[in-house]
């Protein structure tokens, strides 16, 4: 079971701006990857850079997440998402809970309602967070 945020609170302690910051630092690194690979497409991929963005995107969250439970820009930030038993994403979480971004990224009403979440449930979750029992919290030491 993950902490309580009554009683261990520092595991939640400024993961909305966390999550804010890991998110910029991830869609940086996706748009560098995508202007790496754009010359090796014969820079056609500029005629579809919005869908190589989208693509690159989601395997490099489903990667990361698989990889240690947290995003690069995640882990600069020394956080992580944790599964409702406590345990580290394996493959399979982390590719639902990609899922479950990219859908909230396509429909912004989905990602209004997470923005409010993340701001004001007890955990910080997210939309897809709380439908997968997913909590994000303070890296642990």
Known sequence: ???DPHTQPQFYEGIALKRLLAWVVDSVLIAL???LIVPFTAFTGIFFFPLLML???FVYRW???AGGS???GMRLMAMELRRSDDRLFDGGTALVHTL???VSVAFPILQVIS???MLTSEK???LTDMILGTVPMNRRR
């Open 1 to 3: 079971m993950t902490p």
């Open 33 to 35: 990857i995508c202007l």
């Open 55 to 57: 693509v690159v995107g």
């Open 63 to 65: 990667a990361t997440l």
């Open 70 to 72: 947290a995003t690069w």
């Open 100 to 102: 479950g971004y990219s």
């Open 115 to 117: 923005i409010v979440l």
């Open 124 to 126: 910080r979750q997210g």
